[in-house]
Protein backbone atom coordinates (compact mmCIF):
# COMPACT_ATOMS: atom_id res chain seq x y z
CA UNK A 1 0.00 0.00 0.00
CA UNK A 2 1.15 3.47 -1.16
CA UNK A 3 0.39 6.48 1.68
CA UNK A 4 1.68 9.88 0.82
CA UNK A 5 1.90 12.39 3.86
CA UNK A 6 2.06 15.82 3.17
CA UNK A 7 1.38 19.05 5.19
CA UNK A 8 1.38 23.00 6.12
CA UNK A 9 -0.35 23.57 2.51
CA UNK A 10 -1.01 27.18 4.17
CA UNK A 11 -3.56 27.88 0.98
CA UNK A 12 -4.86 31.49 0.90
CA UNK A 13 -1.35 32.89 2.22
CA UNK A 14 -0.59 36.61 1.67
CA UNK A 15 3.07 37.05 1.31
CA UNK A 16 3.64 41.18 2.47
CA UNK A 17 0.04 41.66 0.45
CA UNK A 18 0.57 39.41 -2.41
CA UNK A 19 -1.15 35.88 -3.06
CA UNK A 20 0.35 32.67 -3.72
CA UNK A 21 -2.53 31.62 -5.44
CA UNK A 22 -0.77 30.35 -8.96
CA UNK A 23 2.29 28.67 -6.74
CA UNK A 24 -0.33 26.65 -4.55
CA UNK A 25 -2.46 25.70 -7.71
CA UNK A 26 0.64 24.58 -10.04
CA UNK A 27 1.97 22.95 -6.96
CA UNK A 28 -1.54 21.35 -6.60
CA UNK A 29 -2.13 20.05 -10.25
CA UNK A 30 1.43 18.77 -9.69
CA UNK A 31 0.69 16.43 -6.72
CA UNK A 32 -2.40 15.66 -8.22
CA UNK A 33 -0.08 13.87 -10.93
CA UNK A 34 2.11 12.24 -9.06
CA UNK A 35 -0.60 10.69 -7.12
CA UNK A 36 -2.33 9.05 -10.41
CA UNK A 37 1.22 8.01 -12.20
CA UNK A 38 2.48 6.50 -8.79
CA UNK A 39 -0.61 4.57 -7.89
CA UNK A 40 -0.82 6.36 -4.52
CA UNK A 41 -3.47 4.65 -2.42
CA UNK A 42 -4.29 7.21 0.16
CA UNK A 43 -3.14 10.68 1.23
CA UNK A 44 -2.84 11.92 4.92
CA UNK A 45 -2.67 16.22 4.89
CA UNK A 46 -1.25 16.72 8.61
CA UNK A 47 -3.09 20.24 9.56
CA UNK A 48 -2.55 23.62 8.16
CA UNK A 49 -4.42 23.03 5.03
CA UNK A 50 -5.08 26.91 4.90
CA UNK A 51 -3.12 29.96 6.16
CA UNK A 52 -6.26 31.69 8.41
CA UNK A 53 -9.55 30.95 9.78
CA UNK A 54 -11.33 32.70 7.03
CA UNK A 55 -9.52 31.50 3.83
CA UNK A 56 -10.31 33.63 0.76
CA UNK A 57 -12.94 31.79 -1.70
CA UNK A 58 -9.99 31.22 -4.23
CA UNK A 59 -8.61 29.16 -1.23
CA UNK A 60 -11.31 27.35 -0.23
CA UNK A 61 -11.92 27.09 -4.87
CA UNK A 62 -8.50 25.09 -4.66
CA UNK A 63 -8.99 22.65 -1.85
CA UNK A 64 -12.33 21.91 -3.19
CA UNK A 65 -11.16 21.18 -7.02
CA UNK A 66 -8.52 18.83 -5.64
CA UNK A 67 -10.61 17.03 -3.64
CA UNK A 68 -13.02 16.54 -6.16
CA UNK A 69 -10.37 15.95 -8.77
CA UNK A 70 -8.39 13.32 -6.03
CA UNK A 71 -11.42 11.25 -5.59
CA UNK A 72 -11.51 10.36 -9.17
CA UNK A 73 -8.57 8.70 -8.63
CA UNK A 74 -6.87 5.46 -7.60
CA UNK A 75 -6.18 7.56 -4.28
CA UNK A 76 -9.58 5.65 -2.34
CA UNK A 77 -8.32 7.02 1.12
CA UNK A 78 -8.05 10.89 2.08
CA UNK A 79 -7.73 11.93 5.15
CA UNK A 80 -7.49 15.82 6.06
CA UNK A 81 -7.15 16.60 9.86
CA UNK A 82 -7.29 20.52 11.14
CA UNK A 83 -4.11 22.19 11.83
CA UNK A 84 -3.77 25.39 14.31
CA UNK A 85 -4.49 27.81 11.50
CA UNK A 86 -7.55 26.40 10.07
CA UNK A 87 -10.99 27.26 11.12
CA UNK A 88 -12.44 23.77 12.75
CA UNK A 89 -16.11 24.98 11.93
CA UNK A 90 -14.95 25.40 8.44
CA UNK A 91 -13.47 22.45 7.58
CA UNK A 92 -16.07 20.39 9.35
CA UNK A 93 -19.03 21.95 7.36
CA UNK A 94 -18.21 19.96 4.82
CA UNK A 95 -17.19 16.81 6.39
CA UNK A 96 -20.48 15.10 5.80
CA UNK A 97 -20.74 15.66 1.98
CA UNK A 98 -17.23 14.82 2.07
CA UNK A 99 -17.30 11.36 3.45
CA UNK A 100 -19.92 10.68 0.36
CA UNK A 101 -16.62 10.75 -1.76
CA UNK A 102 -14.60 8.54 0.54
CA UNK A 103 -12.90 12.23 2.19
CA UNK A 104 -12.54 11.70 5.91
CA UNK A 105 -12.31 15.31 7.36
CA UNK A 106 -11.13 15.54 11.20
CA UNK A 107 -11.55 19.07 11.83
CA UNK A 108 -10.71 19.12 15.80
CA UNK A 109 -10.96 16.69 18.67
CA UNK A 110 -14.75 15.67 19.64
CA UNK A 111 -15.94 14.42 23.46
CA UNK A 112 -15.94 11.28 21.30
CA UNK A 113 -12.31 10.21 21.11
CA UNK A 114 -13.34 7.37 18.59
CA UNK A 115 -14.23 9.86 15.82
CA UNK A 116 -10.45 10.11 15.38
CA UNK A 117 -10.14 6.42 14.41
CA UNK A 118 -10.27 5.51 10.91
CA UNK A 119 -11.02 1.95 9.44
CA UNK A 120 -9.72 2.51 5.83
CA UNK A 121 -11.18 -0.82 3.84
CA UNK A 122 -10.97 -2.29 -0.08
CA UNK A 123 -13.47 -2.49 -2.18
CA UNK A 124 -14.51 -5.86 -1.02
CA UNK A 125 -14.39 -4.39 2.72
CA UNK A 126 -11.20 -6.05 3.66
CA UNK A 127 -9.59 -3.43 5.94
CA UNK A 128 -6.36 -1.80 4.78
CA UNK A 129 -5.35 0.23 7.67
CA UNK A 130 -6.08 2.02 10.76
CA UNK A 131 -5.26 5.77 11.55
CA UNK A 132 -5.28 7.97 14.26
CA UNK A 133 -6.57 10.82 12.61
CA UNK A 134 -5.79 13.13 15.33
CA UNK A 135 -5.74 16.68 14.38
CA UNK A 136 -4.33 20.07 16.42
CA UNK A 137 -5.08 19.70 20.34
CA UNK A 138 -6.32 22.78 21.45
CA UNK A 139 -6.11 23.39 25.69
CA UNK A 140 -10.11 22.69 25.85
CA UNK A 141 -9.58 19.70 24.24
CA UNK A 142 -6.85 18.31 26.50
CA UNK A 143 -6.99 19.83 29.85
CA UNK A 144 -9.60 21.51 32.53
CA UNK A 145 -8.46 24.90 34.00
CA UNK A 146 -7.23 25.06 37.36
CA UNK A 147 -7.79 28.10 39.79
CA UNK A 148 -4.18 29.03 40.96
CA UNK A 149 -2.29 26.42 39.26
CA UNK A 150 1.36 27.85 37.96
CA UNK A 151 2.08 28.50 34.60
CA UNK A 152 4.39 25.15 34.72
CA UNK A 153 1.99 23.28 36.32
CA UNK A 154 -0.18 24.42 33.60
CA UNK A 155 2.10 23.43 31.02
CA UNK A 156 2.86 20.13 32.04
CA UNK A 157 -0.91 19.10 31.95
CA UNK A 158 -0.78 20.59 28.69
CA UNK A 159 2.19 18.42 27.65
CA UNK A 160 0.38 15.62 30.10
CA UNK A 161 -2.92 15.59 27.97
CA UNK A 162 -1.54 15.33 24.23
CA UNK A 163 0.34 12.33 25.58
CA UNK A 164 -3.08 11.23 26.90
CA UNK A 165 -5.15 11.70 23.78
CA UNK A 166 -2.60 9.35 21.89
CA UNK A 167 -2.47 6.81 24.31
CA UNK A 168 -6.34 6.70 24.34
CA UNK A 169 -6.85 6.47 20.84
CA UNK A 170 -4.11 3.99 20.27
CA UNK A 171 -6.07 2.09 22.87
CA UNK A 172 -9.19 1.74 20.53
CA UNK A 173 -6.95 0.97 17.98
CA UNK A 174 -5.98 -1.92 19.81
CA UNK A 175 -8.93 -3.55 20.10
CA UNK A 176 -8.64 -4.57 16.55
CA UNK A 177 -6.63 -7.24 14.57
CA UNK A 178 -3.85 -5.06 13.80
CA UNK A 179 -1.25 -7.77 12.84
CA UNK A 180 -1.43 -7.78 8.99
CA UNK A 181 -2.16 -3.93 8.25
CA UNK A 182 -0.56 -0.70 9.14
CA UNK A 183 -1.44 1.36 12.20
CA UNK A 184 -0.82 5.65 11.44
CA UNK A 185 -1.32 8.28 13.76
CA UNK A 186 -1.34 12.22 12.67
CA UNK A 187 -0.64 15.08 14.47
CA UNK A 188 -0.26 18.32 14.47
CA UNK A 189 2.09 19.58 17.00
CA UNK A 190 5.72 20.70 17.83
CA UNK A 191 7.26 17.66 19.39
CA UNK A 192 10.60 17.57 21.05
CA UNK A 193 14.04 17.91 18.65
CA UNK A 194 11.86 19.59 16.19
CA UNK A 195 13.54 22.52 13.87
CA UNK A 196 11.77 24.92 12.49
CA UNK A 197 12.22 27.11 8.70
CA UNK A 198 14.87 29.57 10.99
CA UNK A 199 16.68 26.37 12.04
CA UNK A 200 15.55 27.17 15.69
CA UNK A 201 13.96 24.89 18.39
CA UNK A 202 10.22 25.83 18.11
CA UNK A 203 7.14 25.42 20.76
CA UNK A 204 3.83 25.87 20.05
CA UNK A 205 1.92 25.79 23.57
CA UNK A 206 2.31 28.33 26.67
CA UNK A 207 4.93 28.16 29.02
CA UNK A 208 8.11 27.37 26.25
CA UNK A 209 8.60 23.43 26.63
CA UNK A 210 8.10 20.65 23.94
CA UNK A 211 4.92 18.97 23.57
CA UNK A 212 5.79 15.17 23.32
CA UNK A 213 9.07 13.06 23.26
CA UNK A 214 9.32 10.82 20.31
CA UNK A 215 9.51 7.95 22.80
CA UNK A 216 5.80 9.29 23.75
CA UNK A 217 3.99 8.21 20.98
CA UNK A 218 2.43 4.55 21.30
CA UNK A 219 4.31 1.70 20.02
CA UNK A 220 1.55 0.32 18.06
CA UNK A 221 1.98 3.06 15.29
CA UNK A 222 3.79 2.06 12.56
CA UNK A 223 3.60 5.25 11.57
CA UNK A 224 3.31 9.23 12.62
CA UNK A 225 2.61 11.68 10.00
CA UNK A 226 3.18 15.21 11.60
CA UNK A 227 2.64 18.63 10.74
CA UNK A 228 3.35 22.42 11.97
CA UNK A 229 6.70 22.21 11.39
CA UNK A 230 7.87 23.58 7.67
CA UNK A 231 11.18 21.79 7.19
CA UNK A 232 11.08 18.20 6.60
CA UNK A 233 12.46 16.07 9.16
CA UNK A 234 12.51 12.73 11.55
CA UNK A 235 11.61 13.53 15.14
CA UNK A 236 14.40 12.23 18.12
CA UNK A 237 16.27 10.22 15.21
CA UNK A 238 12.87 8.28 14.50
CA UNK A 239 12.35 7.32 11.08
CA UNK A 240 8.78 6.32 11.48
CA UNK A 241 7.88 9.83 13.14
CA UNK A 242 8.42 12.48 11.05
CA UNK A 243 7.14 15.96 9.62
CA UNK A 244 6.88 16.57 5.90
CA UNK A 245 7.06 19.97 5.53
CA UNK A 246 5.40 22.87 3.68
CA UNK A 247 4.40 22.47 0.06
CA UNK A 248 6.40 25.85 -1.12
CA UNK A 249 8.32 28.43 0.50
CA UNK A 250 6.45 30.24 2.59
CA UNK A 251 8.95 33.02 3.47
CA UNK A 252 12.35 33.53 2.99
CA UNK A 253 13.51 31.67 5.81
CA UNK A 254 12.86 28.31 3.96
CA UNK A 255 14.53 29.53 0.66
CA UNK A 256 16.72 26.77 1.61
CA UNK A 257 15.29 23.64 2.03
CA UNK A 258 13.95 21.06 -0.33
CA UNK A 259 9.70 21.37 -0.54
CA UNK A 260 8.88 17.27 -0.62
CA UNK A 261 6.25 14.99 0.74
CA UNK A 262 6.46 11.71 2.03
CA UNK A 263 5.66 8.09 0.13
CA UNK A 264 5.57 5.40 2.23
CA UNK A 265 5.76 2.13 1.54
CA UNK A 266 4.16 -0.54 3.23
CA UNK A 267 3.35 -4.53 2.68
CA UNK A 268 0.94 -5.47 4.87
CA UNK A 269 1.87 -4.21 8.33
CA UNK A 270 5.71 -3.70 7.35
CA UNK A 271 6.70 0.34 6.39
CA UNK A 272 9.88 -0.95 3.58
CA UNK A 273 10.54 2.47 2.31
CA UNK A 274 9.78 6.22 2.74
CA UNK A 275 10.10 8.18 0.13
CA UNK A 276 11.13 11.77 0.06
CA UNK A 277 9.86 13.32 -3.30
CA UNK A 278 10.81 16.64 -4.54
CA UNK A 279 7.88 18.99 -5.04
CA UNK A 280 8.60 21.33 -7.97
CA UNK A 281 9.86 24.83 -7.35
CA UNK A 282 7.33 27.50 -8.95
CA UNK A 283 8.59 30.37 -8.14
CA UNK A 284 12.29 31.33 -6.62
CA UNK A 285 12.28 33.61 -3.19
CA UNK A 286 15.71 34.59 -3.33
CA UNK A 287 17.99 36.66 -0.98
CA UNK A 288 20.63 38.87 -2.31
CA UNK A 289 23.84 40.23 0.20
CA UNK A 290 26.11 42.69 -0.54
CA UNK A 291 27.71 45.67 -1.87
CA UNK A 292 25.75 47.68 -5.15
CA UNK A 293 28.05 46.45 -7.30
CA UNK A 294 27.49 42.59 -6.46
CA UNK A 295 24.12 43.08 -6.27
CA UNK A 296 23.71 44.24 -9.85
CA UNK A 297 26.00 41.39 -10.96
CA UNK A 298 23.65 39.13 -8.62
CA UNK A 299 20.31 40.40 -10.31
CA UNK A 300 21.76 40.10 -13.97
CA UNK A 301 22.93 36.31 -13.30
CA UNK A 302 19.17 35.53 -11.93
CA UNK A 303 17.83 37.01 -15.37
CA UNK A 304 19.90 34.71 -17.18
CA UNK A 305 19.69 31.87 -15.14
CA UNK A 306 15.67 31.99 -14.74
CA UNK A 307 14.38 28.83 -15.38
CA UNK A 308 10.95 28.79 -13.03
CA UNK A 309 7.04 28.91 -14.45
CA UNK A 310 6.48 32.38 -11.60
CA UNK A 311 8.86 35.38 -11.87
CA UNK A 312 11.19 35.19 -8.76
CA UNK A 313 10.67 37.41 -5.80
CA UNK A 314 14.06 39.24 -4.85
CA UNK A 315 14.79 40.49 -1.25
CA UNK A 316 17.71 42.72 -1.60
CA UNK A 317 19.67 43.18 1.31
CA UNK A 318 22.18 46.35 1.18
CA UNK A 319 25.37 46.52 2.79
CA UNK A 320 27.55 49.84 2.65
CA UNK A 321 27.07 52.80 0.64
CA UNK A 322 24.30 53.14 -1.36
CA UNK A 323 23.37 54.77 -4.29
CA UNK A 324 20.33 58.03 -4.89
CA UNK A 325 17.15 56.45 -6.02
CA UNK A 326 18.37 52.68 -5.38
CA UNK A 327 15.23 51.56 -5.61
CA UNK A 328 14.91 53.11 -8.90
CA UNK A 329 17.74 51.91 -10.58
CA UNK A 330 17.17 48.51 -9.40
CA UNK A 331 13.76 48.31 -10.98
CA UNK A 332 15.11 49.66 -14.38
CA UNK A 333 17.93 46.94 -14.58
CA UNK A 334 15.10 43.95 -13.88
CA UNK A 335 12.57 45.87 -16.25
CA UNK A 336 11.19 43.07 -18.89
CA UNK A 337 13.00 40.42 -17.12
CA UNK A 338 11.04 37.52 -14.84
CA UNK A 339 12.61 40.07 -11.77
CA UNK A 340 10.05 41.30 -9.09
CA UNK A 341 12.05 42.96 -6.68
CA UNK A 342 9.97 42.38 -3.22
CA UNK A 343 11.97 44.49 -0.61
CA UNK A 344 15.52 46.32 -0.36
CA UNK A 345 16.04 46.36 3.03
CA UNK A 346 19.63 48.85 4.30
CA UNK A 347 21.71 46.80 6.78
CA UNK A 348 23.37 49.12 9.14
CA UNK A 349 26.59 49.12 10.34
CA UNK A 350 27.32 46.39 13.01
CA UNK A 351 24.27 44.53 12.39
CA UNK A 352 23.98 41.08 11.59
CA UNK A 353 22.20 39.81 8.88
CA UNK A 354 20.74 37.72 11.37
CA UNK A 355 19.66 40.29 13.40
CA UNK A 356 18.49 42.18 10.07
CA UNK A 357 16.14 39.13 8.65
CA UNK A 358 14.89 38.27 12.07
CA UNK A 359 13.67 41.66 13.66
CA UNK A 360 12.71 44.74 10.67
CA UNK A 361 10.33 43.00 8.83
CA UNK A 362 6.84 43.03 10.93
CA UNK A 363 5.42 40.20 8.17
CA UNK A 364 8.45 38.27 9.34
CA UNK A 365 8.00 37.94 12.74
CA UNK A 366 5.83 35.63 14.99
CA UNK A 367 2.48 37.09 16.44
CA UNK A 368 4.04 36.24 19.97
CA UNK A 369 7.22 37.98 19.29
CA UNK A 370 5.43 41.02 18.10
CA UNK A 371 3.41 41.25 21.42
CA UNK A 372 6.52 40.97 23.36
CA UNK A 373 8.06 43.31 21.37
CA UNK A 374 4.79 45.71 21.78
CA UNK A 375 5.42 44.98 25.74
CA UNK A 376 9.18 46.14 25.94
CA UNK A 377 8.65 49.33 23.92
CA UNK A 378 5.42 50.32 26.10
CA UNK A 379 6.48 50.05 29.16
CA UNK A 380 9.03 49.07 31.88
CA UNK A 381 8.15 45.54 32.74
CA UNK A 382 9.96 43.11 34.36
CA UNK A 383 10.87 39.71 32.94
CA UNK A 384 8.25 38.09 35.02
CA UNK A 385 5.37 40.76 34.11
CA UNK A 386 6.17 40.21 30.50
CA UNK A 387 5.66 36.13 31.05
CA UNK A 388 2.45 37.17 32.44
CA UNK A 389 1.02 39.43 30.13
CA UNK A 390 2.37 37.24 27.46
CA UNK A 391 0.01 34.09 28.76
CA UNK A 392 -2.89 36.42 28.85
CA UNK A 393 -2.24 37.32 25.53
CA UNK A 394 -2.03 33.59 24.00
CA UNK A 395 -5.39 32.46 26.30
CA UNK A 396 -7.05 35.76 24.61
CA UNK A 397 -5.97 34.49 21.11
CA UNK A 398 -6.47 30.99 22.14
CA UNK A 399 -10.22 31.94 22.82
CA UNK A 400 -10.69 33.78 19.50
CA UNK A 401 -9.12 30.50 17.60
CA UNK A 402 -11.30 28.20 19.39
CA UNK A 403 -14.80 30.65 18.90
CA UNK A 404 -13.87 31.52 15.09
CA UNK A 405 -13.76 34.86 15.93
CA UNK A 406 -12.94 36.77 12.85
CA UNK A 407 -10.98 40.35 13.36
Known amino acids: MKILHTADWHLGQKFSNMDRLEEHQLVLNWLLEYIVTDQIQALIVAGDIFDVNNPPNYARTLYYQFLTKLSK ?20 ASKDLLKLLDIHVVGCATEKIEDEVLILRDEKGVVEAYVAAVPYLREKDIRKSIAGESSLE ?12 FKAV ?3 IAQYDTSNVPVIATGHLFATGGINEEGKRKDLYVGNIENIDAEQFPTIFDYVALGHLHRPQKVGGKKHIQYSGSIIPLSFSEIKDNKVVKV ?9 DIESVQLPLFRRLIRIEGNIDKIKKQLIIIKKQHKENLEAWVEIIIEGETEPNIHQVLEELTIGSPIHIFRVR ?16 LSDLDVLDVFRKKCEREGE ?15 LRQWINEEDIVL
Do not use: W, Y
Not at 154 to 165: D, F, L, Q
Open 381 to 395: FSDKAIQALEESFLE
Open 73 to 92: TSCKHIIIVGGNHDSPSMLE
Open 264 to 272: LHFKGKNLE
Open 170 to 172: AEI
Open 154 to 165: RTNRTKEGIVNH
Open 346 to 361: LKKEHQSIEQLTNVEI
